[in-house]
């Protein structure tokens, strides 16, 4: 049995994983997952609150690489450049985790309690990025639309990594937000005031 805390989260997500692949999230329950994991039913709770929960154990790690990244990134930079810039940053631990990303992907997309949960997860790590970027001392709308918008190009890059067989996540974000760019060329009239 492992014992280190990182190690234990780690068999109770891949425990999960393996049972909602094989019976599918509803039939499956916490008890189920940590007897697949080997331990306690009581311990799974001390690694995470419920069975939605165990396929996002790795938000808190990821946002505060991501955060840190777009506080440190270079003072040039503009909002969406900090941005990619942080993504960038995070190419290495995605990559770590890519064989449980496929099946961890298609489990969400089959189950609506998962979606709900991931959708306020997408949420959460959105206005994590957007005070970041505040930080830096760019206005709130700014920041919002800029988080917004990286969220939804590594999104993109994520999926065609994941889906499409890429072997380079990073050129799918170069890729996604090379699209974002083009996307945002174009001309405006600022609306006159009356």
């Not at 039913?41 to 995470?48: D, K």
Request: hydrophobic share 45%; net charge neutral; proline share 5%.
């Amino acid at each position: 049995m492992p014992r280190s805390k990182e190690k234990v989260s780690a068999r109770l997500q891949q425990a999960a994983l393996d049972l909602y692949q094989e019976r599918g999230y509803d039939l499956t329950t916490a008890a189920e997952i940590a007897a697949r994991a080997g331990v306690t039913e009581r311990t799974f709770f001390r690694h995470f609150a419920d069975k939605r929960e165990v396929l996002f154990g790795g938000e808190a790690p990821l946002t505060a690489l991501l955060t840190q990244a777009v506080r440190e990134a270079p003072a040039e930079l503009g909002p969406l450049e900090s941005l990619f810039h942080a993504f960038r940053s995070a190419v290495p631990m995605l990559t770590e985790n890519r064989a449980v990303s496929a099946p961890r992907r298609r489990v969400i997309a089959n189950t609506p309690q998962l979606q709900e949960r991931e959708l306020a997860k997408v949420r959460s790590l959105t206005s994590a990025l957007t005070e970041a970027l505040q930080t830096r001392g760019v206005s709130p709308l700014k920041a919002k639309l800029a988080a917004q918008v990286a969220m939804a190009a590594t999104s993109c890059a994520f999926a065609a990594w994941i889906d499409e067989g890429s072997d380079d996540l990073d050129v799918q974000l170069c890729k996604a937000f090379h699209e974002v760019r083009d996307l945002c060329v174009f001309a405006t009239e600022a609306p006159q005031a009356k």
